[in-house]
Structure formats: structure tokens, C-alpha cells
């Protein structure tokens, strides 16, 4: 292999018969394996095999995926490898089709029509819309008013936003803009003019603008590809980054549906294939689906509850209000880009209404409110199909359903959602085991719970038996009245009753295949998939699962996955109560319409005991299926809990990425390493941190496996060769290690645990035991409590994680922010204080309150505010550590006291800092939501009241009397001896200062280390990763430079390729430092180098000359 390399210069399409193992391309590894894929890592070679099998025994019918691609990595991402499994000419083994694409070529585009946005002429769609919409009678019926507005919005879109599709030709990458077909365009003109008169002066212009092409596609290319890498993340499957990477390069994939077979019935038109999958689609929500037992038992409890099904008599208490328009706009702030339902209403067009506008959309929805009726076009979703990977796509039961729903109704879902999240929060009506679906909580909260039980058993000499639940078909499935009963039972009555009891009943859907729509079929049974409520709704439903089990078990819930465990050393006795537990569910099951899936319900032994097979638990009568391994919520549990498994899963994920990151190596538009760093931060990283805070107990040697992985990807980002030391290699990249990285991430979960009640069930793993002193672990009970103490965070007193104001937060209005100052300096170039202090004046009326915030070297902060009319001025130090936007926070809350207070009739609170006034006009503020509620509910009493209270942005340090009267009583009230208003530090403050402390231990030990000495004299400070250079080369050639690791005689003798190590020109040991200073063979270049260091005004110092230059930025993200 090694000669053929050499041979064919690194251009190679090798394929073959490896007999090797791996689960790079197979599902399992061998010495075989291990062997390709050092050569792939050495030879920068990538894989082409995507895990189908390539062979097959034909007296097994077993596959196998021993007939490997490898090919370079310039030309992985213009191939296409595919397998013809439908003959094997004459063999065993089947056909492998490899093509190369080597040019991009044009396609035809089109589908379905979309909006073109950013060609949209906004002004006059709101014009045209506030036109139409003022013609609509809202008296008319709901229907009437939902169309008529729906109308409005598509009459003034259709006018004034472009739609891109039909049939068209076009280059199909995904990067092609209007600026390179511009360039293109330009440069043929130019070798027109060329051809016509070939003169010096044309023949400079055509190679400028052919220049200028190539300067454009590759820029373009790489800021696609950039912005695409910053989407990656734990969750993006391998497929999308391949298939981007392809379509970069001019492949396109064709996403068309095949024709579908279903027992002897075949769909081969569009039409055809609709009918078919919608029909599948309906068959999971039939209630043929239920079995006998489980109909009587819906039945019984129907009788039971009878009386709460008749809960939707009008009702005037505040949880079932009119809405305001502060609701209308707080919902419209948190839409995000989304595929419009039937009605082809985009959220952006809605954001787009003018206010009188919105005004008419607010009363369609209270109108809805209080007649309790939804257009039917609201219950209806359009079913987009998606084939579930792996799967035979001509099997209409291997898709699954993405359902497109009418935005218009997502909008009032999402203040309605709002509404009824805080009304069971508030009330504490949510199970404190439900993890799923809740803000503040996540998918740690189990895992760290059980875990934790299973680490106190092994040090006490017992058992752990563990139920892990699976519920069939638990969203297509969920009984709707047995909700509407779970709802009742909770107080919810009235209109709020009602709309969801109308928005669950008589939905219906039809399935899109291209333009085609199938039949419109109605759903029997279960919540409305995509839809803004059915994650709440559902965790209403499934909230009393557990209620009834007898103390002792623990158990766990996120979303529908639910485990029950319980502890013991006597197994016949644990056995016994579990299957007491597993009776109680069983009959809650019956009682609420669920059925729980035997074959996916498994149980696991955390024993170092021996248990035999005969001891058993069973659910509706049939054995549940003992594992020695089961994936609980991402997480692989093993039996004695070592994490092996789960580490080998993350290693096998990680060669997929590194077999990517190798063919982007290759592409001049996916070297860079800031796009490489993305990759490896958005699919390597993410992983490695996902459950660390668990499986971090793992041993050293497996934890190390991890590094391994890391140690590859940082010297594909720098092209590092083998024997460069990790930690240069993390300085380099700004990249911690991943034991530093798992410490802060089992802090910042730690803070996140601060900030909740002691009723959280995670809290227990905190609380001292006996176990604790026994024996000492690396489980997260038993190591955070002294990570905090040795990073001094144990005694910071954390803001609460998800606050809840006492005020309904539906009555708590938007406040006024006039930001008219900031909008004038950032359009206008000239800027002067008698402009600011002219528009200041405008509000003379008004009493003025400068505020400010101030904050020293020494994490003192001080803040104050001040009333020039009155004379008054505030100074106060709150608690050390906190950020300076919160001081600006606190300054303008102590502001508003002191109106609430005072009572003026008019006041006017000034501020420069943008980001606080920006919290309070959206009210939304990710680091500090507990300040602002107090700011709102100060606001909410002070208009009470009848008094105005407005905030106005004025720039800082341009001679405003006010405001640097403020900045001055700010900085007074650093030096105050003491602390006169105590403040508690969020939980993202005290991360970031966790961060801060960890990078201050990071560069002792880089101080400290041993290795890597002659790039410490290059980089001494860590947490920078340096700028790329031009081109990959030069950024290899540089980086391999700085670390003094390169393919110098010096490096070849350590990697034992070479026998002295000595230059053979001087006989002195041959390193970058000998070769550029010492070395008399170079004198020639040495002395070239020299002088344009003088003409740039730089010394010729090697460390200089390499030494890194960049900000202090990157090495947290």
C-alpha cells in the first residue's frame, strides 16, 4: 500500500477485498480493522462504505461490509459509492459502483413554490395587508375571520414577495450565489472583448476578472461552508454532513420517493403513494389498536369522572383572561424559521403585520377564546414523509410523519402553552421526577439519579434491579378524553377547557408527495405531532404513572421513557417489589389507555452477583427480556456500570467524523481550521460532553481512549504530525483537555442543581452519606461537592434556575424603551452631546434617572443612580463576582423602587447599557430572568398605580451630565468598605467564573508541563487558537514550524525513521532552530529573510517571528 501511494501521488482509488473489521464501516472491529485505519490516518485516506453490507453468505443470508473503498482525500467528496445488492454476478460479493464527479453541473430546480424573503418589499406588504385586513368584519364567524385574514396576508405576499420554483435551470451547489453568476458573467464579457481585439490592455482584463472569479467562488465556498458547520451539532446525523459535503462539490442527491409496496398493492404515481402512506399513517392512531382490557378500562374511568367532562362553562378567573397584545408579541419574539401549513402563512409575514394589524389578528384569537371554536383548517396537517434510516424505503411503514400545521394556530398555541406551563409549574402539578419538557430541567436529572443508587449499592454489597419502560405508540396512541379528565382533576376549566378540548377532537390529516395530495382522513386517537401544546399536554397525561408506588423505588421521567429501580440484598425480595411496582403501572395503564410495549421493556441486574434465569419479571403476563446492557436516554448502562460500552459507541461515532474531517483535509474550501474546529466542536466534542457528568466515573485507561480521539482531530485541524505532544496541540487550538472540560461541565451542572428546590430529586446525590465516607469514587455525588470547595465556588449563593413571578406573567406588560439615540449613532457618522442632550430635553416633562454600573480588576461591583432634580444620589456595592449587566440590572431596579416609592407622576429612567434596556422591552433576558420579573413586577404595581415610567438608551462618556454623574457615584461605590445589597449570581455567571478559574489551572499546567517546551517559548498563554493562514499548506507548514515537530531529521529520528537525527550538511542535530539560524547551508535564504523582516520592522527572533497573535477568545466555545 505504502508503493502504491507513492506510485500514483496521492491520487487513489483503492478497492478491495480487505477481510478487515471495523465499525467505521461495519459492526464490529479486528486487528485487520485497526490496521486500514492506521493507514487511512498516516496515507490521509478516506472511506468511502456507508455500513451496508458489500458480501453475502448465501447458506446464512448474513452480510458482512469486507469490500472496502478507500480513496484520497481531495476526491472523497466528489464520489458517489453505492451498492447493487440485487445481483452478485456469479459471487458472493456484491457490485460496488464507484463514479467521480469532477465538474459542476447545472440541474433542473423546482417543487414546490417558496417565498422568496429576501427580495421582499416589506413596507408595501404591510401597507397592502393593513389595507385588506381593515375590510374584515370581526363579527363574522371564526372560520369566515381566519380566511379573510389569511386572505390579507397571501393578497399582499403574492405582491410583494417573490417565489422561487417551476422548472428551472441552475447550478446545483448549495454555495452558488448571484455574485458569482455576476463575476461569471463579467469575465465572459471579457474573453468576448479578447477574442473580438486581442490587445495587452484586454488581455490584463480578462485574467483580473478570471482572478477576481476564482477569488469569489473560493471565498463564497467557504463562508457556505462555515455558516453550515456552525449548525452541526450532537444530534446531526452523519448522512447530512456527508450529503452537504457532496452537493459542495456538485453532487446532488435525488430525495424522491420509490414505489411503495404493500402486500400485493403497488404505488407508482404520486397520488398513488399518497393514499398509501396516509392510510399507514391512520392505522397507528385507530383504536382497533387497543386491547379489550384496555377499552374497559377506559370505560371505567370515563364513569368514574364523568362530572369533569363538563368543564367549559365560561370562566373569568386569570388564567382564562382575554389576551393582551404583550402575549401577541412575546409569541411572535420566539418564532423561528418554519414550513408554513395548507395556508401557506409563514411566521415572517406575521411578524411583518403592521400594529393595527396585529390588532385584528388579536382579536380573531380572543373571539376563538370566547366562543370556543377553531377553524377547521387549524385541526388539519399536511404530512410531509421521511424515510427512517436504514430502512426499506419501499415499505410504507418505514416512514415516519412530519406534520405541517397552520402557523397562524401555532401563534395562539404558543400563548396559550405559555399560560398553562406557568398555571402547573406555579402549582407545582407536575411530578418532581418529570424531567421532560420542562424548563431548568434535562436528560442528566435520571441518568445521575440512578447511577448514583447503583454506586451506593456496589459499595454496600447489594443489588440494583431496573425497569426501563417503553409505551407503544405513546403520542399517536394518548387518550384524548382520559386527558381532558387529567385536566379537569387539576382545576382547569373554562375557555382554556375548551380550546384544547376543540383543538385535540376531529383533526384530521393527507399526506404530500411532490405537488400530489392524498384523501383527507381523520385521527381517532393521540396528540397533534409538531404541535406547540402536545409536550405539555402529554406530560399532563403521563404525570401520575409513578404516584402510586410504594416507597422505596426509585424512579424517573422523561417525557414517555420511564425506569423504575429499587435496591436490596436480597434479590428475591427486590424482584418481588419490583414486580409490585410493575402490577401498579400495569393497572395505571388500563385505567388511562396506554399500553406498555413487552418486547421494547427490558430489565437490568446492576449485580456483582451471580442471578439465575429463572428469576423473572413479567408485564401483562408475558417474561420481560433481561439485557446486560440497555441505552438509557443516550446513555449505555452496563451491568457493573464501567461505561465500556458506552465509551466504544462514542469512539465508533467518532471514526465516522474523523473519516469526514479527512476528506474536508482534502477540499480547499473545508481545510481551514476554524471550519474543522467547528466540525470537531459541533459532532466530536458534543459528544464526548454529552452524559460526562455520568460516565465520567469511567476508568483512566478507558477515559483515555477519548483523548486518543481528540489527540486525531486537533492534528487534522493543524496538520501536526504524529509525535506532536497533545497539550501543544491544545495550547495551539485553544482547546482544553477533556478532563479539564468534564470538570466543568459537572460544575456547571452542580450550579444548575443550586438554582433549584431541594424537592429536585438530583439534589439526594448531593446530600452527605455514609457511602461517601466508605468509599471514595469518581461518581458525580461523590467528587462535585469537592470540585466546588477547590474552585471556590461552594459558597456563592445561585439565582434561582428557572423563577416564577408571583404576578401572572400574562399581566405584566412590555415597558416603553426608547431606543431612538442608538438607532441615530449607529446611522449617522456625525455624533455630538448637544444632539443627545437636545433629544434628552424632549422629555422635560418627566423626572430623569440616570443609572449606572461599575466594575473593578477586583470583581467589585458598585451601582448607583441619580436624580439631578431632586439632587439624590444612590450609591450601593452589591455582591463581588457578578457581571456588569447585572449591576446595570440592579441599578435600574433600585431606580424603579425608588419611583414606586416616591410616586412622580412622569419619570423617565436613563441607562447605557443597551443590553438591559433591550431585557426589559422584550422581556426575555437569558442571564438574570429573576432581576427582571422584580423589574416587571415593579413596573406592573407602579402602573397600578396610574403613573408613567418610561427607559431611555443615552450614549456613555460624551459629557452627559447625568449619566456621568451616574458613572461617577458608581465607581464611588466600588470603594465602600462593605457590601450594602446582597445579590445572588446566576447560574451563568457563576459558569463563566468557573471557566475563568479552570483556564487559570490550565495555564499552570502548562507552565508546569514538560513537554512541548520549544512551543511554550512560541506560546506561553493558553486559551488562543490562532488565525489561519492563506492556504492550507502555509498553515501546516507554519503550525508544524511553532510546535518544532516536522519532517526534519531531528523529528524523523524520534519517530525512529531516520538513524542519527543529525543535518547532513553540519552534523548538528537538525531542527527548525538550526535550520533557520545556525545552519550555513541556508545562509543565502537566512540572509533574504532578514531583509524583509527589516522592511516590516521586525527583528529576526525566531520565537517573534512565529509567535501567536490573536485574541483571547475562542477556548471556551
Known amino acids: 500500500m505504502d508503493e502504491l501511494t507513492v506510485h500514483l501521488e496521492g491520487k487513489i482509488i483503492c478497492c478491495g477485498d480487505f477481510n478487515a473489521h471495523s465499525t467505521l464501516w461495519d459492526n464490529c472491529n479486528d486487528g485487520n480493522g485497526t490496521v486500514i485505519e492506521e ?241 399507514n399513517f391512520v392505522k397507528i392512531h385507530n383504536s382497533n389498536n387497543i386491547s379489550e382490557e384496555g377499552k374497559r378500562g377506559r370505560e371505567s374511568t370515563l364513569e368514574e369522572y364523568k362530572e369533569l367532562l363538563q368543564n367549559e362553562e365560561y370562566n373569568n378567573d386569570q388564567l382564562n383572561m382575554l389576551f393582551t397584545k404583550t402575549e401577541l408579541n412575546r409569541a411572535l419574539r420566539k418564532t423561528k424559521k418554519s414550513a408554513p401549513g395548507m395556508d401557506q402563512i409563514c411566521y415572517i409575514m406575521i411578524n411583518q403585520l403592521s400594529e393595527s394589524s396585529k390588532d385584528v389578528l388579536l382579536k380573531m384569537y380572543n373571539k376563538i377564546w370566547e366562543e370556543g371554536k377553531l377553524p377547521q383548517s387549524w385541526k388539519e396537517a399536511v404530512i410531509v414523509p421521511i424515510r427512517k434510516p436504514g430502512k426499506d424505503c419501499t415499505n410504507p411503514e418505514n416512514y415516519r410523519p412530519i406534520a405541517l400545521t397552520s402557523n397562524v394556530c401555532k401563534i395562539m398555541e404558543k400563548m396559550i402553552n405559555e399560560r398553562l406551563m406557568y398555571y402547573v409549574e406555579n402549582n407545582k402539578y407536575l411530578s418532581k421526577y418529570q424531567s421532560g419538557f420542562r424548563r431548568g430541567r434535562n436528560t442528566m436529572d435520571p441518568a445521575v439519579c440512578l447511577e448514583h443508587d447503583i454506586r451506593k449499592a456496589q459499595i454496600n454489597r447489594e443489588s440494583v434491579v431496573a425497569v426501563f419502560f417503553d409505551i407503544e405508540k405513546a403520542y399517536d396512541m394518548m387518550w384524548r378524553e382520559g386527558l381532558l379528565i387529567k385536566l379537569g382533576k387539576l382545576g382547569i376549566k373554562g375557555q382554556m377547557y375548551r380550546w384544547i378540548k376543540e383543538f385535540l377532537l376531529g383533526r384530521a390529516i393527507k399526506v404530500r408527495i411532490g405537488n400530489s395530495y392524498s384523501e383527507k382522513f381523520m385521527i381517532e386517537n393521540g396528540t397533534p405531532q409538531g404541535s406547540i401544546v402536545s409536550p405539555l399536554l402529554f406530560s399532563i397525561m403521563i404525570n401520575d404513572v409513578f404516584e402510586d408506588l410504594e416507597n422505596g423505588l426509585g424512579f424517573s421521567l422523561f417525557a414517555d421513557d420511564g425506569a423504575i429501580w429499587k435496591r436490596g440484598r436480597n434479590i428475591d425480595f427486590i424482584v418481588k417489589k419490583v414486580q409490585e411496582a410493575i402490577k401498579v403501572v400495569e393497572e395505571w395503564s388500563y385505567r388511562w389507555g396506554f399500553k406498555f410495549s413487552v418486547d421494547k421493556t427490558k430489565i437490568m441486574f446492576f449485580t456483582r452477583k451471580k442471578v439465575g434465569g429463572e428469576v423473572n419479571l413479567k408485564l401483562y403476563n408475558q417474561v420481560l427480556e433481561r439485557v446486560k446492557s440497555f441505552k438509557f436516554l443516550g446513555l449505555w448502562f452496563d451491568e457493573r456500570v464501567t461505561w465500556a460500552m458506552h465509551i466504544q459507541k462514542i469512539l465508533d461515532k467518532c471514526k465516522k467524523v474523523l473519516n469526514i474531517m479527512r476528506c474536508l483535509v482534502g477540499s ?335 495555564q499552570k499546567q502548562w507552565d508546569m508541563e514538560k513537554k512541548g517546551r520549544w512551543f511554550y517559548r512560541i506560546q506561553r498563554k493558553v486559551g488562543e487558537m490562532r488565525s489561519a493562514g492563506k492556504n492550507r499548506r502555509d498553515e501546516i507548514v507554519i503550525s508544524r514550524m511553532r510546535f518544532g515537530h516536522t519532517r526534519l531529521n531531528g523529528t524523523l529520528y524520534k519517530m525512529g525513521k531516520h538513524d542519527t537525527g543529525r543535518c547532513t550538511f553540519c552534523g548538528q542535530e537538525e531542527t527548525v532552530e538550526h535550520v533557520m539560524i545556525y545552519c550555513q547551508k541556508y545562509e543565502f535564504e537566512r540572509r533574504i529573510l532578514i531583509e524583509k523582516l527589516r522592511k516590516i520592522k521586525m527583528r529576526f527572533i525566531l520565537g517573534d517571528i512565529l509567535q501567536n497573535k490573536s485574541g483571547n477568545t475562542s477556548w471556551w466555545r
Open 39 to 279: 493507514l487511512m490516518e498516516i496515507k490521509d485516506l478516506v472511506c468511502l462504505n456507508d455500513g451496508r453490507g458489500t458480501r453475502i453468505n448465501v447458506r446464512t443470508g448474513t452480510e458482512s461490509a469486507i469490500d472496502l473503498t478507500l480513496v484520497s482525500n481531495s476526491l472523497a467528496g466528489v464520489c458517489l459509492w453505492d451498492v447493487n445488492r440485487e445481483m452478485t454476478i456469479g459471487s458472493d460479493h456484491y457490485p460496488i459502483v464507484v463514479e467521480v464527479n469532477l465538474s459542476i453541473e447545472e440541474g433542473n430546480t423546482g417543487g414546490v413554490d417558496k417565498w422568496f424573503f429576501e427580495n421582499a418589499d416589506w413596507e408595501s406588504f404591510r401597507y397592502i395587508s393593513e389595507q385588506e385586513m381593515e375590510k374584515i368584519d370581526i363579527e363574522e364567524s371564526v372560520v369566515n375571520v381566519n380566511n379573510s385574514i389569511c386572505n390579507a396576508i397571501l393578497l399582499a405576499a403574492s405582491q410583494t414577495i417573490p417565489k422561487k420554483g417551476g422548472i428551472k435551470k441552475k447550478k446545483i451547489v448549495p454555495w452558488w450565489t448571484n455574485e458569482c453568476d455576476k463575476a461569471i458573467k463579467s469575465r465572459n464579457k471579457a474573453f468576448k472583448m479578447l477574442k473580438k481585439n486581442y490587445s495587452f490592455q484586454n488581455f490584463i482584463e480578462y485574467k483580473r476578472r478570471q482572478a477576481n472569479v476564482r477569488r469569489i467562488i473560493k471565498n463564497t465556498k467557504k463562508d457556505f461552508w462555515r455558516k453550515f458547520c456552525n449548525t452541526v451539532g450532537r444530534e446531526t446525523e452523519i448522512g447530512k454532513v456527508w450529503g452537504m459535503i457532496k452537493r459542495m462539490n456538485g453532487i446532488k442527491r435525488e430525495f424522491g420517493y420509490p414505489i411503495l409496496r404493500e402486500g400485493e398493492t403497488t404505488a407508482i404515481r404520486d397520488e398513488e403513494k399518497a393514499e398509501m402512506l396516509v392510510k
Open 668 to 1002: 480547499e474550501w473545508g481545510a481551514d481550521r476554524k471550519a474543522l474546529k467547528a466540525i470537531y466542536s459541533g459532532l466530536i466534542r458534543s459528544v464526548f460532553d454529552y452524559g460526562c457528568v455520568v460516565y465520567g466515573s469511567a476508568a483512566d485507561t478507558s477515559l483515555r481512549k477519548l483523548d486518543s480521539i481528540q489527540h486525531q482531530v486537533l492534528r487534522l485541524c493543524t496538520g501536526a504530525i504524529k509525535t506532536t505532544p497533545i497539550v501543544a496541540l491544545q495550547v495551539e487550538m485553544g482547546e482544553m483537555s477533556l478532563e479539564m472540560r468534564r470538570i466543568q461541565l459537572s460544575l456547571s451542572y452542580w450550579a444548575n442543581l443550586q438554582g433549584h428546590s431541594q424537592e429536585h430529586p438530583t439534589q439526594d446525590t448531593l446530600k452527605p452519606c455514609w457511602e461517601k465516607e466508605r468509599r471514595k469514587t469518581k461518581s458525580f455525588g461523590w467528587t462535585v461537592i469537592q470540585k466546588a470547595i477547590e474552585f471556590k465556588v461552594n459558597q456563592l449563593i445561585v439565582s434561582p434556575t428557572i423563577p416564577l413571578p408571583v404576578i401572572k406573567p400574562w399581566l405584566l406588560s412590555d415597558a416603553t424603551v426608547d431606543f431612538t439615540l442608538l438607532e441615530k449613532k449607529n446611522r449617522d457618522k456625525e455624533w455630538s452631546s448637544c444632539n443627545v442632550q437636545k433629544y434628552i430635553n424632549d422629555y422635560h416633562s418627566y423626572v430623569q434617572i440616570y443609572t449606572d454600573a461599575s466594575k473593578n480588576i477586583d470583581n467589585r461591583i458598585g451601582v448607583a443612580f441619580i436624580v439631578p432634580e431632586f439632587q439624590l444620589a444612590i450609591r450601593k456595592r452589591i455582591s463581588d463576582e457578578l457581571s456588569v449587566y447585572t449591576g446595570e440590572m440592579i441599578a435600574i431596579l433600585l431606580a424603579i423602587q425608588w419611583i414606586e416609592e416616591i410616586r412622580p407622576l412622569k419619570s423617565v429612567v436613563c441607562s447605557d447599557s443597551s443590553s438591559s434596556l433591550a431585557s426589559i422591552q422584550y422581556s426575555h433576558s437569558e442571564s438574570r430572568p429573576d432581576i427582571l420579573i422584580e423589574i416587571q413586577q415593579t413596573l406592573y404595581r407602579i402602573q397600578m398605580m396610574g403613573l408613567t415610567v418610561n427607559f431611555l438608551w443615552v450614549p456613555a462618556h460624551i459629557g452627559i451630565q447625568g449619566n456621568e454623574m451616574a458613572d461617577k457615584a458608581a465607581k464611588e461605590a466600588i470603594k465602600n468598605n462593605g457590601i450594602n445589597l446582597s445579590v445572588s449570581i446566576s447560574k451563568n455567571e457563576i459558569k463563566s467564573i468557573i471557566k475563568e478559574r479552570l483556564k487559570v489551572r490550565w
